[in-house]
């Protein structure tokens, strides 16, 4: 007891030694405007560049770059008075931080910081020195040109009164850490998007596919929340071995959490996502191969503050969040906590019990601390715990109808195996510790260390019908650490990182087959190519399965004997058949893979204008699997795998009891590889407002050991990717935004996907994919904002691939040719677009309003790889509204929406488990869904 009150006063004085540091205030143009009305102009410093000073500046600021290696020598020899206020800004507000934060330590007590710099203060007015105000006015009608050429709207809009344009709601300047580094992203010469939380909540933004839609080039699918897919420009993440890595790599608050069970992150008290574009591998790591979506949460702030928010809606639909910031010591140590969970049932009738399929049920919960024990050393620590669980994803059929006799899936009536109980969980816990040490103005080192473990387990109905035919199940369970140091350093031309990390991920994966092979029989006829004519049936014997009134038809014994008998069978083989029956099958697989990485980045300013970029990544990784196949306790043996004996000619085994996952001892395997990546780029800051850029990087993807239904362990070789870009960004606060980029990209060994009887991974020689991205905003007036994107991306196979097969029939090995060349990837529309408006009115001095309606178009889409025209989905298009509500005295925001308004029909997914045995089922999109939201902030 004594050493714990010993320890308190310890730590107590600790804190207290460190809390007499200068308080920094940032201040809104109006306040900045009043405190120098109090204090005066004699400590106003700008810290912008000397040319951009002589262009303009606040009348008696006194110009100090920030950049000079001096910097706080020439402070200094301003003799400023310590104990009265010292003022800063720049151009944007990012450089006066920077420069308040090297400055705290020098005795200052008080430090105003203009917030968003020298532009919110020209917006609202604010006087300034400008050395040619004729060329400002030229400039702002040149805009306004710009907005009649790109977007054609009415000349009322665009004539605005010059008390409107004081009035003009401003685009905000996007800060952004891509490239390890608090910057504009602006200057980042990456096609990249970055997303607020102010944004997301705008726009009722919710799960991560609504998320895309607002990202050129991006698609998110959501299917299962244990396994989400995310494509960036045609390249898709959705691995299914243990060892597999993902080509778009996720991170929560820097941390990679890229294992698909991982992935999905609830948007829920974002600060921002930052979704980058093209191989990453330099800036975040391994698994980057194609792009990296990183999801930054709001941390702890030094007010005291929070929210409350409630939802309801149609498929009974239910949200609480909760969020409170507390200071427990005044720019020293804070807390944020908070919790969200949503519910809303699900879409798609279970006609065979009261449960339906493809709701929502998720719980968010966690806790941020800040802790800065000196002016130059930050401490984050951020747990976070996600819990999904519904009752499982509506894997629907076309082919046979439900227990009503209908097959239209969007009916969205199914009718699924009776008194089986399916659903999707999956829990993740997540700790991470960022530490960042600033030596001096010119260095720092940070240090993140995170630890997750994630359990995921489902279970769904693969041939989407009545009978028991498919009936499949998966567990996983990841832990996952990682840790990671970095050097950041900043001289007069040269700034960037060197760096080092180690990762490791362990992976428990089982997969359990559970058919009844008196139904799965009727479809495994079709694949060994029996006709319904032996028996006087018409069409395929799989239709069999179920009546057309959607009763399920089990196969009889004497059917199977009597087509083998037709074969020539002797009698006594045929006796030695097992009885059709209910049975069960389970593979355990295990990995263990670890990666070392050592990286480096930096840029190089050949002049104040243009900029050298160059990084590389060395990568030391480690992959060992573990596969087994055990008979399980009390299941009978397979008729069907009995069967394929006797049709490829071999002798049959009533001994081996499995048809889909043979019996296997354990077999392991290891490897190790290196491998290296890299980028180069070049930038030039045409102006303040708009960047010209193009690079080269390169990209891959590690080798992936997949095991076989035979217990076999093969390897695909790595995945690479060339890719060349150019990008042209253009911001101008307060009315435009616009980005383009332009990409060509090669790759050699491609690893395409097929469903041949099992998963199985292709290793095609070549593929090509380029296109374009386009991204804008507009503020036309201070009552309406327009935004909108554009993608272009063609994505294609150069080459077939051969591979060594079996003859069903016969058993004999062959040559299998999977036709792909000229295939689309899948998941991948050759264009795409979404457009949308912020429409805003005041219906009084308490009361704003804000209408915002979004429309999302994409063209066709193929499910596979092989471009089955049956497992497609045409171009379709997307309606939301949203009109929101803002009590502002009150503080509370209460928000009406509407998701696919028109009722749109179309899927999410197509072929998937039952592709195996020739029953491919369908995930139909979700219908019209509306309701309202509030949020009451203190």
């Known amino acids: 007891m004594k050493l714990t009150i010993i320890s308190i006063n310890i730590i107590t004085a600790i804190v207290r030694f460190f809390t007499s540091s200068a308080e920094i205030h940032n201040l809104n143009p109006d306040e900045f405007e009043e405190k120098l009305n109090i204090f005066g102009t004699e400590q106003l410093i700008d810290v912008s560049y000397p040319r951009e000073f002589k262009e303009n500046h606040i009348s008696g600021a006194i110009n100090i770059n920030f950049r000079d290696s001096d910097f706080r020598e020439q402070i200094a020899a301003l003799a400023l008075d310590k104990d009265k206020p010292i003022f800063l800004y720049c151009g944007h507000g990012v450089r006066s931080k920077l420069s308040a934060n090297r400055i705290r330590k020098m005795g200052f007590t008080t430090i105003f910081d203009l917030d968003k710099g020298l532009h919110s203060w020209m917006e609202v007015g604010k006087p300034t020195n400008s050395t040619n105000n004729e060329e400002k006015d030229q400039i702002e009608k040149n805009m306004e040109l710009k907005k009649t050429l790109l977007l054609g709207f009415t000349a009322a809009c665009l004539t605005l009164t010059a008390q409107e344009t004081e009035n003009v709601i401003n685009l905000e300047e996007v800060i952004v850490t891509a490239q390890g580094r608090e910057e504009r992203m602006l200057v980042v010469p990456i096609t990249m998007n970055s997303l607020s939380g102010n944004f997301l909540e705008t726009t009722n933004t919710t799960d991560l596919t609504q998320l895309s839609n607002f990202v050129p080039g991006l698609n998110v699918r959501i299917q299962t929340p244990y396994r989400p ?230 279970r769904w109905d693969g041939d989407g019908t009545q009978a028991p035919a498919i009936d499949f199940a998966e567990s996983v369970k990841v832990n996952q650490f990682t840790q990671e140091f970095r050097w950041n350093f900043t001289q007069d031309r040269l700034n960037g990182f060197i760096g080092t990390s180690f990762w490791r991920e362990d992976v428990s994966q089982k997969y359990q087959f559970n058919p009844d092979e008196r139904y799965l029989m009727w479809l495994m006829m079709d694949a060994f190519g029996v006709t319904g004519d032996a028996f006087g049936m018409p069409g395929k014997m799989g239709n069999n399965m179920i009546l057309p009134n959607g009763t399920p038809n089990p196969m009889q014994d004497m059917m199977v004997a009597g087509m083998l008998m037709g074969m020539g069978l002797p009698e006594q083989m045929v006796g030695m058949i097992p009885p059709l029956s209910a049975r069960s099958e389970l593979k355990e697989t295990s990995a263990i893979n670890s990666a070392f990485d050592l990286f480096v980045n930096f840029d190089f300013s050949i002049t104040d204008r243009l900029i050298f970029n160059v990084g590389a990544r060395a990568i030391w990784d480690k992959l060992s699997i573990a596969d087994m196949v055990n008979p399980v306790d009390g299941s009978p043996a397979s008729t069907i795998g009995f069967l394929t004996q006797v049709m490829q000619g071999g002798m049959p085994n009533p001994n081996n009891p499995n048809f889909l996952f043979a019996v296997s001892p354990l077999v392991e395997e290891s490897k190790n590889y290196f491998a290296a990546t890299y980028r180069t780029s070049l930038k030039y800051l045409i102006n303040n407002n708009a960047t010209v850029f193009g690079g080269f990087s390169t990209g891959r993807r590690p080798a992936v050991l997949q095991p076989t239904i ?132 005041r219906l009084s001095r308490n009361i704003g309003m804000v209408f915002t309606p979004t429309y999302t178009y994409k063209s066709k889409i193929y499910f596979e790889d092989n471009n089955d025209p049956d497992l497609t989905q045409a171009g379709h298009g997307l309606l939301n509204l949203n009109l929101g509500f803002n009590f502002i005295q009150q503080r509370i925001n209460v928000s009406l929406f509407a998701n696919n308004v028109t009722n749109e029909k179309y899927i999410i997914s197509a072929g998937n488990t039952g592709l195996m045995f020739h029953a491919p089922t369908f995930v139909p999109g979700i219908p019209t869904t509306f309701g309202v939201r509030a949020r009451w902030s203190f």
């Open 710 to 841: 035979t217990g076999d362990i093969v390897e695909a070789a790595p995945e690479t990717v060339n890719s060349f870009d150019i990008g042209f960004k253009y911001f101008e606060r307060g009315h435009f935004s616009f980005d383009a980029g332009l990409f060509y990209q090669t790759y050699r060994d491609f690893q395409a996907t097929t469903f041949d009887n099992f998963y199985t991974i292709l290793p095609v020689s070549k593929a090509t994919s380029y296109g374009a991205e386009f991204n804008k905003s507009v503020t036309l007036c201070r009552h309406l904002d327009v935004f909108g994107n554009y993608a272009f991306i063609h994505a294609r196979f150069n080459d077939n691939v051969v591979m060594p097969g079996t003859d069903p029939t016969t058993g004999q090995p062959i040559e299998v040719t999977y036709k792909l060349k000229d295939n689309h990837f899948r998941l991948t529309p050759d264009h795409s677009f979404t457009f949308g408006l912020n429409a805003r009115a």
């Open 229 to 458: 897919t995310f494509v960036i420009r045609g390249l898709t993440s959705d691995e299914v071995s243990p060892t597999a890595q993902p080509r778009v790599s996720t991170y929560f608050n820097n941390a990679p959490i890229s294992r698909a069970s991982m992935a999905k992150s609830n948007l829920f008290d974002m600060e921002r996502v930052e979704v980058v574009k093209g191989p990453q591998g330099t800036l975040f790591g391994r698994g980057s191969q194609i792009g990296g979506i990183n999801f930054i949460t709001r941390k702890p702030a030094s007010d005291f503050g929070g929210y409350v928010g409630l939802g309801v809606g149609n498929y009974g639909m239910t949200e609480v969040q909760g969020v409170i910031n507390v200071p427990v010591i005044d720019n020293k140590l804070m807390f944020r906590m908070g919790g969200s969970h949503q519910y809303r049932d699900g879409y798609v009738e279970n006609l065979s019990s009261n449960k339906n399929l493809g709701g929502i049920n998720s719980t968010d919960l966690r806790f941020s601390a800040r802790y800065l024990p000196m002016n130059n050393f930050r401490i984050d620590l951020i747990v976070d715990y996600q819990n999904d669980k519904d009752n499982g994803t509506p894997f629907m059929s076309k082919r046979f109808p439900n227990s009503e006799g209908v097959t239209n899936i969007f009916d969205f009536k199914a009718s699924f195996d009776e008194g089986t109980k399916f659903f999707n969980h999956r829990e993740l816990l997540g700790t991470m510790l960022d530490m960042n040490y600033r030596i001096n103005d010119r260095n720092s080192i940070t240090s993140l260390t995170s630890f997750h473990h994630n359990f995921a387990d489902a």
